[in-house]
């Protein structure tokens, strides 16, 4: 399905953009291939990745780095979010509440405890 028609047609491509709702600009461009020593690149975070899914976004450009590969933070942290790689570890607001899972009652309120082994789970 074309949405844009690039030939003679009864709408220019302003229009036509304009139709659309798109940046004229956007009907224009044309994304550029990765290089060889970005594809390489790609390689070797994916063969790091594997070795070790726990390296995050600021782990794996150190370990690129020990290998004397000229490599930049920002450009790893791109090239793996493109690639959906994150590093296994626990997310951010681990301390905050689940309210979806509802917060149990506290059944020993204003039960008095006087001897050993009286409340007990199990």
């Known amino acids: 399905m074309v949405l844009v028609e690039r030939d003679e047609t ?39 990745y594997t070795a070790h899914p726990y390296y995050g976004i600021r782990r794996n450009p150190a370990v690129l780095r020990r290998e004397e590969m000229r490599v930049n933070h920002k450009a790893v942290t791109r090239l793996m979010h493109q690639m959906c790689i994150f590093g296994i570890s626990p997310g951010p607001n681990l301390s905050k509440r689940r309210h979806e899972q509802g917060i149990a009652p506290y059944l020993l309120r204003g039960v008095k405890i006087e001897q050993p082994n009286q409340v007990r789970s199990g």
Request: glycine share 2%; charged share 25%; hydrophobic share 30%.
């Open 10 to 48: 009864e709408f220019s491509l302003l229009r036509q953009s304009e139709l659309l709702t798109l940046n004229r600009s956007s009907l224009y461009y044309q994304p550029t291939p990765p290089t060889g020593s970005e594809l390489a690149l790609r390689q070797r975070i994916d063969e790091v």
